[in-house]
């Protein structure tokens, strides 16, 4: 095995792929109202209670609203929904902004056109380095037909440029 740095081991991680989600809370404290983020750091941990899990890091707005609240949402992408996931990563752009459309469950805002939605009630929370594991009761799921937004290699869709070739 060979010694790695931080961009070693993030592009190593890149080659899995994953979905792609927006994770959601809403700010009951301000003025913002919903609240978002890109994370791809999604998966389920038990059925029985449901739970699942978002990793969060500790710098992220995300990270103290969930805390406040004790909930939030994850709506999982459709492969239509790349402009959406850019939006919430930090690239803003007002037609998406104004183009958004949230059904409201359990407290907590979900992407209507998302794949699979799910509201949470924060169940637990572990600390992980330089990220908070966010475990989140099911409260509520709503899914869609359709194909996930997948991400992998720093690139969205199904296929992407092996490591070597960039």
């Known amino acids: 095995m060979a010694e790695f740095d931080q961009m070693t081991f993030r592009r190593a991680m890149g080659a899995f792929a994953t979905g792609i989600t927006i994770m959601t809370t809403v700010d009951h404290d301000g003025e913002q109202g919903v609240h ?12 029985d209670p449901p739970l699942v899990m978002v ?29 959406i996931s850019r939006h919430f990563a930090g690239r803003p752009n007002a037609d998406v902004e104004a183009s958004l459309r949230y059904e409201h469950c359990d407290g907590v805002a979900l992407l209507e056109d998302s794949l699979m939605s799910v509201a949470c009630r924060l169940w637990a929370q572990y600390e992980g380095g330089d990220h908070t ?34």
């Open 55 to 83: 990793a969060v890091d500790k710098r992220a707005c995300m990270h103290d609203l969930v805390q406040q609240s004790k909930v939030f949402g994850v709506s999982v992408l459709n492969a239509r929904q790349e402009a």
């Open 36 to 47: 978002g983020m890109t994370a791809n750091s999604f998966t389920s941990v038990s059925l």
């Open 133 to 166: 594991l966010f475990v989140g009761e099911v409260t509520q799921l709503r899914q869609r037909e359709g194909e996930p937004l997948l991400y992998v290699r720093g690139q969205y869709g199904l296929v992407a440029q092996p490591a070597t070739e960039r």
